[in-house]
């Protein structure tokens, strides 16, 4: 079974510091990963995605995200931080070898907390 | 225009009563899907559909059945609802195994 860790429920950062955020997953296949973003009392944002290719991945808002086969990561990254950045992060994983069968599986989600 | 649009975004109601919650995507996805999010903000996939097709059913009960009449809609019925049933629904959709599409989640609450 597929499954992703956010080992850090909360992440707090000064504004205009780098922050990261971290995320390991498990499949068993092709690993097709992927952020997203949760504001208060919204739906889920898409932020950025690796399929295949270069392992350093860049979103939207500035985000970045490395995938690490190696060690089954894919961290969340950003040079500068925002107070606006403040938000549930949500790390995902497919299995891209299952096609249309694949299944989005979610991590638990890290709360970035901004502070000026 | 909304690419993931459901209704009602809010739905209280007490328990054992029967509920709808209805979602259409203008993507021209081929992949829809429901999950639920509860109170500590954990996602849990229930259904996902592929062309009007049931492709993952996550072990939910049966009080709740989805429904795709065609491959832009993706309806979620649920029978005799219970406490245990509260909370917020969303659904998405993909083309493929790309990212998946949000809609603005449908609240919950059952009493």
């Known amino acids: 079974a597929q499954s992703v860790a956010q080992p850090e429920d909360q992440v707090n950062v000064a504004e205009g510091n780098p922050l990261t955020v971290k995320c390991t997953y498990s499949?068993?296949?092709?690993?097709?990963l992927f952020w997203y973003v949760q504001y208060p009392n919204r739906g889920l944002q898409f932020l950025l995605k690796?399929?295949?290719?270069?392992?350093l991945v860049k979103g939207s808002y500035g985000f970045e995200a490395e995938f690490n086969k190696s060690q089954t990561s894919f961290h969340l990254k950003k040079p500068s931080a925002l107070v606006s950045d403040s938000a549930l992060y949500f790390c995902?994983?497919?299995?891209?070898?299952?096609?249309?069968?694949?299944?989005?599986?979610f991590g638990t989600g890290t709360r970035l907390q901004v502070t000026l | 225009d909304t690419a993931v649009s459901q209704t009602p975004k809010y739905l209280v109601t007490q328990m054992g009563n029967d509920k709808s919650i209805k979602c259409e995507q203008n993507?021209?996805?081929?992949?829809m899907y429901w999950y639920k999010q509860d109170s500590k903000k954990f996602l849990k996939i229930m259904f996902s559909y592929n062309n009007k097709e049931l492709i993952i059913n996550e072990t939910v009960p049966n009080r709740f059945s989805p429904k795709s009449p065609d491959k832009a809609h993706l309806n979620l019925h649920i029978n005799s609802l219970e406490l245990g049933d509260s909370a917020v629904y969303f659904c998405?959709?993909?083309?493929?195994?790309?990212?998946?599409?949000f809609g603005q989640g449908t609240r919950l609450t059952v009493v």
């Open positions: 998405a959709s993909s083309q493929d195994v790309g990212e998946a599409f």
């Open positions: 993507l021209g996805h081929d992949t």
């Open positions: 499949v068993s296949g092709n690993p097709y």
């Open positions: 995902a994983v497919r299995d891209g070898s299952t096609g249309t069968a694949s299944k989005l599986t």
């Open positions: 690796y399929i295949t290719g270069d392992n």
